[in-house]
């Protein structure tokens, strides 16, 4: 099953252009800890669930001004 067929999981490369981030920016958020929460495959690749990227977005959100 492709990611693509799974629009709950997101590739890094997926994730990079939703957010328009180079790759190197996702893996820098990573080491750091802020990153959204990811999940490593057996294979050892990435995804990242559509929830924890909604949630990790609404975070980031900053109030409207007064």
Same mark, same amino acid.
């Given at each position: ?16 252009? +939703?957010?328009? &981030?180079? $790759? #190197?920016?996702?893996?820098? @958020? ?14 050892? +690749?990435?995804? &990242?669930? $559509? #929830?924890?990227?909604?949630? @990790? ?10």
């Amino acid at each position: 099953m492709s990611a693509r067929s799974n629009p709950e999981k997101l590739t890094v490369a997926e994730l990079c252009a +939703e957010l328009q &981030i180079a $790759r #190197s920016t996702f893996y820098a @958020w990573r080491a750091t800890g802020k990153a959204p929460r990811c999940l490593r495959l057996p294979n050892g +690749e990435i995804r &990242i669930k $559509r #929830s924890d990227l909604d949630r @990790w977005l609404d975070s980031h959100e900053e109030g409207v001004p007064a």
